[in-house]
């Protein structure tokens, strides 16, 4: 039976070693071309990842990302452990972790989809991720990039701040950042108070380099793996 809201479920892989980060990558690549189905998939990305925790020109070669929607929990849990590619990559991969969770909040699209259009109104107390994801004006790209520094530094020092990494499809014009707070006051707090985050809300507005952005808060229902297993305990 179908769950009354859609199911999301990130996941993340590292990889040590040449030989291990070169199927990953080769891998992304294929997903790039061929997009990736399964059963009660309503959205799929494999993503790249940037150096550090959010925006970043560098990339992280050694992580990967997965970020899907699903119709049902069950369906989601029967692609990760029964899709051949992930897991191939898993055998390979030197941790993984990742979260489920439903959505609470969402505006915007990502490659014309309008993946949450309809989320109940729940009243959340507790953990929530975000999601915050971006195409990039090539006309605003450079401005962007120069503005970025400012407002990624020291992001892993903010209050309630308990992971973030910025990922992608395309470097430099297609960039997201998922991130996992203790509390939507914390997280309100940076997106809206602090000096290094609210001076890019208003540059966004102000210049309107993107394109396209989806923004999405999610409830987390559990986090698992080796860099987040002691967040359930």
Not at 49 to 55: C, E
Not at 60 to 88: L, R
Not at 97 to 113: F, R
Request: without cysteine; glycine residues 8%; hydrophobic residues 40%.
């Amino acid at each position: 039976m179908k769950d009354s809201q859609p199911y999301i479920a990130v996941r993340f892989l590292t990889f040590s070693g040449f030989s291990a980060r070169w199927k990953a990558f080769i891998s992304m690549g294929s997903n790039l071309l061929n997009k990736f189905s399964a059963k009660g998939l309503v959205f799929g990305k494999m993503l790249g990842s940037g150096a550090g925790s959010g925006f970043s020109i560098y990339p992280d070669w050694g992580t990967y990302a997965w970020f899907t929607v699903f119709d049902s929990k069950s369906d989601a849990e029967y692609f990760f452990k029964s899709d051949e590619t992930y897991q191939n990559l898993l055998k390979f991969s030197f941790s993984s972790y990742g979260w489920d969770a439903l959505p609470i909040k969402s505006h915007g699209t990502w490659n014309g989809v309008n993946l949450f259009s309809k989320i109940p109104e729940i009243d959340h107390i507790g953990r929530v991720a975000v999601l915050t994801r971006a195409s990039i004006k090539k006309s605003q790209a450079f401005r962007f990039w120069w503005n970025v520094p400012s407002a990624s530094r020291n992001i892993k020092k903010q209050p309630g701040m308990l992971f973030s990494k910025g990922v992608g499809e395309f470097p430099l014009i297609e960039q997201a950042t998922l991130s996992l707070w203790n509390s939507e006051k914390e997280l309100n707090d940076f997106a809206y108070k602090s000096r290094e985050h609210s001076p890019m809300v208003q540059k966004t507005k102000k210049y309107n380099w993107y394109s396209e952005e989806l923004f999405l808060r999610m409830s987390i229902i559990r986090t698992y793996g080796s860099n987040l297993q002691d967040l359930d305990q």
